[in-house]
């Protein structure tokens, strides 16, 4: 998995967050191709700084043209959800990677609702939140582009899938 180290330290060191976009639909059956990994995470500034410290220890920096500690104030954040429309703060290796870790802030799930539903996911020893499939479901009908369109059949058909199972 390509953010494997990042996920182990966030482990590691207690991060609150649930994978969700393009890696959790993959992690929930589906197939497609995706590059960047999409968290919400529990925002509250200890677990924001360690998030930052972690990503910057491996090389990640903010896409955005800020000081990355301007992520912890809630009134920046809510400035720039209201006046930039941000949907997510995003860190990036570099220009020549595909590496991106992008922190959604404007979401229709919030955290506490995608924790307490979110689905553990153990690859080797690693244990990976992942947000649910309903709600997954309810982030790209928001999204509501083309590919949420599609993913959001394919995650319709896991659905039924897992119900029958049950």
Do not use: C, H
Not at 139 to 153: H, N, Q, S, Y
Request: hydrophobic share 40%.
């Amino acid at each position: 998995m390509f953010y494997e180290d990042i996920l182990r330290e966030f482990n590691r060191n207690n991060i609150q967050f649930v994978v969700v976009g393009g890696v959790a639909f993959n992690l929930l059956g589906g197939i497609r191709a995706t590059q960047d990994l999409d968290l919400l995470i529990l925002m509250d500034d200890d677990n924001i700084t360690r998030i930052i410290e972690i990503l910057q220890k491996n090389n990640y920096k903010p896409r955005q043209p800020v000081n990355p500690k301007d992520f912890t104030n809630r009134n920046i954040r809510e400035k720039w959800i209201q006046d930039k429309n941000m949907k997510a703060f995003s860190f990036f290796k570099d220009y020549q990677s595909y590496e991106q870790v992008d922190i959604i802030i404007d979401s229709p799930v919030d955290f506490e609702n995608a924790r307490k539903d979110a689905k553990v996911i153990e690859i080797d020893d690693l244990m990976i939140p992942v947000i649910s499939v309903a709600n997954l479901i309810k982030m790209k009908e928001r999204a509501g582009r083309d590919i949420d369109k599609l993913d959001i059949k394919d995650l319709k058909m896991i659905m039924e899938m897992q119900n029958e199972k049950r």
